[in-house]
């Protein structure tokens, strides 16, 4: 097999599934501060999307403004629905379990009903292709792994470096102890989601123009997500890209050989394997 | 002679449970009620199952899947193999129970948040199995249709048939009593206590003595064995199995049902099965907004009655009783533990 076709697979795997960490980032981020899994972390995504096609498409902004106010609405969104709902389900799994459920059917039907069931296309907002040797690829795609590998950057300095960052971690590994050490748990917890959620946002919004826009678009980068977790380590950054990264390649080369039916299986069954191999994922804390 | 309050609990529990199942059809023949009320009995079987499973503190995402192996195991065994309906019921849930014992031993290394998403990664492949793989043998995407109904029984020199949605319904009465019986009989027991215990903290439990592992392995193989049977009678009743049968969608209700009517009792997903079926047959009326209104139903209970409904008499009582609500102590069994 020549290698460019190899590569250029990659390359294809590479670009959704930076994306798809992205909304594996939030999801952690989420579930080391909380305690919990949000299971409508898919519906956040799904009104990035929507954001993006009613600024983009409809109201005609040019993308990156867009893009930074599917951000912030996205994360605002969020930041309401932890204030009215999430906030009282710290650490209790199950009950947060059919809370983001219900959360999920409301957020789901309500964009049914607002925005109707049908597809909705958004124009591209980079068009061309680039060549490097044998290889191809869209600028479209480009960008879309280029803007997310940035907004990953920014969260690894953000978490890093700055005094909130740093309290956020403080809050993942003991919430107690950073509440006796002066931290604002309330806040950190607030504003944790709300960054969680505007991830998801920004994902919604780099795919956007990549795939059409609907009210169940968000099932599918969730699951993704999930593995990606899983894979890399839940609550971990670097575990979080690596997961992604592998994710992708298993699904490129799988695609390659296996077709695409057996690629959806490859996935979860990397999920069982890591599990049963290293149960805390590649770069999981205890 | 004075019963042992606990055991009191459990017997006119089973006795409301017998009564109430048996006794619809007395009420009423309309098919429409019979076939809710049959559902309901079906998903009862597999939520207090479920349960048993969660008040070890752990919640299997697979329980769908078991559901799944039962019922395309009983399929193929009637109609591949010509057997008896009465053969592959019980087969049919020890089937389940083979699968469950391996995937059981490796799904229970882990805990908490990666059980639940080992669980759920299995269930995905199950199904994807049934949809994509070996297609001949479970019809791929378009599923298994014209399952024969049970075939008639023979019993004190009286035919029995199973044709009907009346006969069909005291069919799973007996599947559900049965079950009922064994998981109330498990509840009021050893094995229910030291199921509290895990729950309430694994570790403590383990340090005096507990063998989790095994006790959760227990409760997962038990559960699944009902799960199978209960998967026999869905396909054999609805006459057409389906992957999406044994999906994300079924399993989620499973998991609500069981939550929002409370895992601290066994009786707790009596009561979320019932009342959330008939909840949901109401928002029909509702058509587009069913969902939006049913998720909001959802949110509001599980904020306003953690614990699940089944603790509602008991917080009313001590509301009567101290004249102001109790502080709730919050049962919640880790996801995240």
Request: hydrophobic share 55%; net charge positive; with cysteine.
């Amino acid at each position: 097999m020549p290698i460019e076709l190899l590569i250029q697979a990659l390359l294809n795997g590479f670009a959704l599934a930076l994306v798809y960490v992205l909304v594996a980032l939030g999801l952690t981020l989420i579930f080391s501060i909380l305690e919990i899994i949000n299971f409508a972390h898919g519906e956040f995504y799904m009104l990035g999307g929507y954001a993006t096609y009613f600024a983009f498409a409809v109201f005609g902004l040019p993308y990156v403004p867009t893009l930074g106010l599917a951000i912030v609405a996205v994360g605002l969104g969020g930041m309401v629905a932890e204030r009215l709902i999430f906030r009282s389900l710290r650490g209790k799994a199950l009950n947060a379990f059919i809370v983001s459920l219900g959360l999920l059917w409301v957020l789901q039907s309500a964009a049914q009903l607002s925005f109707g069931v049908l597809d909705k296309s958004v124009p591209r907002a980079f068009s061309g292709i680039i060549r490097a040797g044998g290889i191809i690829i869209s600028v479209e795609r480009f960008v879309v792994m280029l803007a997310a590998a940035g907004l990953i950057a920014v969260l690894y300095l953000f978490l890093q470096w700055s005094r909130v960052g740093r309290a956020m971690r403080a809050v993942a590994q003991d919430a107690d102890g950073a509440a006796l050490q002066g931290v604002n748990i309330e806040f950190i917890s607030m504003l944790g989601f709300a960054i969680g959620c505007a991830l998801a946002g920004a994902a919604g919004g780099l795919l956007a123009p990549v795939f059409a826009v609907s009210p169940a678009m968000g099932a599918l980068p969730v699951v993704k997500a999930f593995i990606i977790i899983i894979v890399g380590g839940m609550g971990s950054l670097p575990g979080a890209v690596l997961g992604g990264l592998l994710l992708g390649t298993v699904e490129g080369i799988g695609a390659l050989f296996f077709g695409s039916a057996a690629v959806n299986i490859l996935g979860f069954l990397m999920v069982i394997l890591v599990l049963l191999v290293r149960p805390r994922g590649l770069f999981g804390v205890a | 002679m004075s019963l042992d309050p606990g055991l009191r609990r459990a017997l006119t529990g089973y006795g409301l449970l017998a009564a109430a199942s048996l006794g619809l059809p007395l009420l009423t023949r309309d098919t429409y009620y019979i076939d809710v009320a049959t559902t309901i009995l079906m998903n009862l079987v597999l939520t207090m199952s479920l349960r048993l499973e969660v008040s070890t503190g752990q919640l299997n995402m697979a329980h769908i899947s078991f559901v799944g192996i039962g019922a395309y195991a009983s399929t193929l065994l009637v109609m591949r193999g010509g057997y008896s309906f009465w053969l592959t019921l019980p087969l049919a849930g020890l089937v389940a129970a083979a699968f469950a014992l391996p995937i059981g031993s490796l799904a229970l290394r882990v805990s908490g948040p990666y059980y639940f998403l080992i669980t759920f990664a299995f269930s995905e492949v199950v199904r994807l199995v049934f949809n994509n793989f070996f297609v001949e043998w479970f019809g791929g995407p378009s599923g298994l249709v014209q399952i024969p109904k049970p075939d008639p029984l023979r019993l004190a020199g009286r035919e029995l048939t199973f044709v009907g949605k009346v006969e069909l319904y005291h069919l799973m009465c007996v599947i559900l009593l049965l079950a009922a019986a064994v998981l109330v009989r498990l509840d009021y027991s050893r094995f229910g206590l030291l199921g509290n215990a895990i729950r309430q903290s694994d570790l403590l439990a383990e340090t005096l003595g507990v063998w989790v592992f095994r006790y959760r392995l227990v409760a997962f193989v038990v559960g699944s064995f009902m799960a199978g049977l209960a998967g026999a009678f869905f396909a054999h009743s609805h006459q057409v199995l389906h992957a999406s049968d044994v999906g994300l969608e079924p399993m989620v209700l499973l998991v609500v049902f069981t939550v929002i009517g409370g895992t601290g009792s066994v009786w707790g997903p009596v009561v979320g099965t019932v009342v959330l079926t008939i909840v949901s047959e109401f928002m029909r009326e509702f058509h587009y907004y069913e969902n939006l209104l049913y998720g909001l139903v959802l949110i509001l209970m599980m904020l306003l009655f953690p614990e699940g409904l089944i603790s509602l008499p008991g917080r009313l009582a001590r509301f009567l009783r101290r004249g102001r609500p109790a502080e709730s102590q919050a049962m919640g069994v880790g996801v995240a533990s």
